[in-house]
């Protein structure tokens, strides 16, 4: 990878928050700002994730608490858990591994409708907060 020298005027705020970020994790101030700018430039999802999320912004306030609420199911939890114990271990075969993979990229997707549902009741007035999650 080649890198590029660049130099930014930023806020002094924006300063302080990296350095104390640097200094808590131990890193270099310009490996903070690195993590933080790739973060920022994420390649986007794919249009049919998008266009679900895009769909929150069009439902009640009630639906949006179901979703944010939402839990994987206790079966599918039991499982993943199993298997990632069995990754660990090196154990799995790879129809195993293939179905934490599902599994897994199953637990990011809600996480991102949840993420979402949350943000757009804050945006509504709403306090959301691990208690009010719990229903």
């Keep these: ?3 590029q ?3 930014l005027q930023i806020p002094e705020h924006i300063y302080e928050r ?3 970020m640097a200094e808590t994790t131990d890193q270099p101030l310009e490996a903070v700002f690195l993590h933080e700018l790739e973060n920022a430039f994420l390649p986007p999802l ?3 994730e998008e266009a679900e999320l895009s769909a929150l912004n069009y439902l009640s306030d009630e639906a949006l608490w179901t979703i944010a609420r939402e839990q994987m199911p206790s079966p599918r939890q039991e499982r993943m858990q199993g298997l990632m114990d069995g990754n660990t271990k090196g ?3 790879e129809a195993e591994y293939q179905e934490l993979e ?3 990229e199953q637990g990011q ?3 991102l409708r949840k993420g979402k549902a949350a943000a757009l ?4 007035g709403y306090k959301v907060t691990r208690e009010s999650l719990r229903g």
């Design 121 to 124: 009741l804050t945006e509504r």
């Design 46 to 48: 794919p249009e049919d």
């Design 18 to 20: 990296a350095q104390q």
């Design 91 to 93: 154990t799995l075969s």
């Design 109 to 111: 997707k809600l996480m």
């Design 5 to 7: 020298t660049i130099t």
């Design 1 to 3: 990878m080649t890198l």
């Design 102 to 104: 599902h599994l897994v």
